[in-house]
Every structure is written in structure tokens, then in C-alpha cells.
């Protein structure tokens, strides 16, 4: 693993991180209902849902599930699914009776919608396919394949950790918290748009 060759991965990996999309929505949705605490763990599940991913594409094991349609379409239908069930979620959200919060969601649900909104994307398989399919070669070293994942594993944990800490400051997350059931449908009829771009870039393939 040479420097400028790291230094790649680095560049493109930040690029990659932070492109809006379904992470980043799901991630300011768990910030915003349940604080810092489940924005972290969202955040690290995330990055190490990305960092799994990495792994299996340096070591080749993505490369089988992209190679097959089934499996890859199978992955693209669960994570469309997924994404406009969390939206439904979003939408009908209403405050609890005790609260003008919604029901504020567990650090076990943050877990869990971290790792599966990467997990259920194997599109994330075929970017690192692309980007490692440049870089790794015959001659790379176990030990320098571990050291990029690693590095796409700690990049966007440390994104996402970053988005969590802004959002969850608490000079202003009680105010946005004092909106969060117009955050959480905001959110869902965002993640419901992008399971439904999906959906239709599937049908179109």
C-alpha cells in the first residue's frame, strides 16, 4: 500500500460518505428522535455496515453476489422495501401523550437501521468493487486489503459521527426536537422518494 494509493481510497471514500442520500436521512432521523446517544450508534453500525461491505469486495466475496442477478435483486427489493417501511414509520408519526415528541425511537432500532440501510444496498458492494478493482492488485498484502477496508469503514462511521454530533448539539436539538414529528414526515416522504427511485430503476433494468 503506497501513500498516493491510500490517499486515493481516502478521496474517494470521503466523496462517497458524503453523498446525500438514505443513510444520511436515516441518520439525522435517529439524531433528531433519540438524541446523540442513537445518533452515534447509528453512525457506527452505518460504518460498520460499510466497512463488512469493503471487506467482502477486497476479498471477493461481493463480487458473487453482484455476479448474480438473483441475489442482487433480491438485495435491491429488501432494501427498497425497508427504506419505505421506515417512511411509512415517518409519516404517520404522532406525539405521544405525554410528550410533543414522537415515540422516541431505541438505541437497538438505531443499531439496526445503520447497519441494514448499508446492508441492504448492494450497490454499495459494486462501489467498492469499482474503486478496489483499481487499487488491489495480486501483489497486495492481506494486511494492506484489511488496512483499506478499515479506512472506508472509519471514513464514514466518522462522517456520520460527525453529522450526529452537529444535529444533536444541545443548543438547538431541543428546538428541532420541539418539531421532530414534521422532521420524521419530512424524512419519511424523503425515504419513501428514494425506495420509490429505486423501484423504478429497478423496473427499468
Same mark, same amino acid.
Given at each position: 500500500?503506497t501513500l498516493?494509493t491510500?490517499?486515493t481510497v481516502?478521496?474517494?471514500c470521503i466523496?462517497?460518505?458524503?453523498?446525500?442520500g $438514505?443513510?444520511?436521512?436515516? %441518520?439525522?432521523?435517529?439524531?433528531?428522535?433519540?438524541?446523540r446517544?442513537?445518533g452515534v450508534v447509528?453512525?457506527?453500525?452505518?460504518?460498520?455496515?460499510v466497512?463488512?461491505?469493503a471487506l467482502?469486495s477486497?476479498i471477493?466475496l461481493a463480487a458473487?453476489i453482484?455476479a448474480?442477478?438473483?441475489?442482487?435483486s433480491?438485495?435491491?427489493?429488501?432494501?427498497a422495501?425497508y427504506?419505505?417501511?421506515?417512511?411509512v414509520?415517518?409519516?404517520?408519526?404522532?406525539r405521544s #401523550?405525554?410528550? #410533543?415528541? $414522537?415515540e422516541? $425511537?431505541?438505541?437497538?432500532?438505531a443499531?439496526?437501521?445503520g447497519f441494514?440501510v %448499508?446492508?441492504?444496498? $448492494?450497490?454499495?458492494?459494486v462501489?467498492?468493487?469499482?474503486l478496489f478493482?483499481q487499487v488491489v492488485?495480486?501483489d497486495?498484502?492481506?494486511i *494492506?486489503?484489511?488496512?483499506y477496508? *478499515?479506512?472506508?469503514?472509519?471514513?464514514?462511521g466518522?462522517?456520520?459521527?460527525?453529522v450526529a454530533?452537529?444535529f444533536?448539539?444541545p443548543r438547538w436539538l431541543?428546538?428541532?426536537?420541539?418539531?421532530?414529528v414534521?422532521f420524521?414526515r419530512?424524512?419519511g416522504?424523503i425515504?419513501?422518494?428514494l425506495?420509490?427511485r429505486l423501484?423504478?430503476?429497478?423496473?427499468?433494468a
Amino acid at each position: 500500500m503506497t501513500l498516493a494509493t491510500w490517499l486515493t481510497v481516502v478521496s474517494i471514500c470521503i466523496l462517497g460518505a458524503m453523498s446525500p442520500g $438514505p443513510s444520511l436521512a436515516v %441518520v439525522l432521523k435517529q439524531t433528531l428522535g433519540g438524541g446523540r446517544r442513537n445518533g452515534v450508534v447509528v453512525a457506527l453500525t452505518h460504518g460498520l455496515g460499510v466497512g463488512l461491505y469493503a471487506l467482502l469486495s477486497i476479498i471477493g466475496l461481493a463480487a458473487v453476489i453482484t455476479a448474480s442477478p438473483l441475489a442482487f435483486s433480491i438485495l435491491q427489493w429488501g432494501g427498497a422495501l425497508y427504506l419505505a417501511w421506515l417512511g411509512v414509520k415517518g409519516l404517520t408519526a404522532k406525539r405521544s #401523550d405525554d410528550s #410533543d415528541l $414522537p415515540e422516541v $425511537p431505541t438505541t437497538t432500532s438505531a443499531a439496526r437501521d445503520g447497519f441494514l440501510v %448499508v446492508f441492504l444496498n $448492494p450497490k454499495i458492494a459494486v462501489f467498492f468493487i469499482a474503486l478496489f478493482s483499481q487499487v488491489v492488485g495480486v501483489d497486495t498484502s492481506f494486511i *494492506a486489503k484489511l488496512g483499506y477496508a *478499515a479506512t472506508a469503514m472509519i471514513i464514514d462511521g466518522g462522517w456520520y459521527l460527525i453529522v450526529a454530533w452537529l444535529f444533536s448539539n444541545p443548543r438547538w436539538l431541543h428546538r428541532l426536537q420541539q418539531h421532530s414529528v414534521w422532521f420524521e414526515r419530512i424524512f419519511g416522504t424523503i425515504l419513501i422518494a428514494l425506495a420509490g427511485r429505486l423501484v423504478v430503476g429497478m423496473l427499468k433494468a
